[in-house]
């Protein structure tokens, strides 16, 4: 199965859009647009190849997005916040986010209902490599 991202929006709070995998769509968070930084900055669109391994830094096995160029240990996994800070909150480090629905959380936006989203992506794939497809639809003026 595949999986595609379409980015949507990005500011200093995070970039937001929806991934759609079999039927399924959900919504994503990743940090803002920084030139592929590492620990600042959301990966470049392209195509990669999801690995189900086990992550040291969480202690549990996810899914990893491998062959990101110049970075490493970039996974998807549960989170609320990408933004820069200061003042905005994250708790992200270059991965990717996902929620069932996009809110605001503490004044700040952010992805909802992130942990069952996550659980959705991960049954659906059955913890197979799946390809993951970003596109950066921001110029389309779709706002979400």
């Known amino acids: 199965m595949k999986a595609v991202i379409e980015r949507l929006e990005s500011s200093d709070q995070g ?7 079999g039927g399924t769509t959900l919504f994503t968070g990743e940090l803002p647009e920084r030139g592929n930084a590492s620990n600042a ?3 470049p669109a392209g195509k990669y190849t999801c690995r189900w391994t086990y ?6 096995t996810m899914y990893l997005v491998d062959n990101v160029p110049n970075r490493a240990g970039i996974r998807i996994h549960s989170a609320n916040f990408m ?3 200061p003042p905005y909150k994250k708790q ?6 996902l929620g069932e629905k996009l809110g605001v959380m ?5 992805v909802l209902l992130s942990a069952p ?3 959705k992506l991960e049954a659906a794939m059955n913890r197979q490599p799946f390809e993951l497809e970003i596109v950066d639809a921001r110029a ?3 706002n979400i």
Do not use: E, P
Request: proline content about 0%; glycine content about 14%.
């Open 106 to 110: 503490d004044g700040q936006k952010a």
């Open 117 to 119: 989203a996550v659980r």
């Open 83 to 85: 933004g820069d800070n």
């Open 92 to 97: 992200l480090h270059g991965c990717i986010a």
């Open 140 to 142: 389309s003026g779709i």
């Open 55 to 60: 992550s040291n830094a969480f202690k549990r």
């Open 15 to 21: 970039t937001f859009g929806r991934i759609t995998f």
């Open 41 to 43: 900055s959301c990966i």
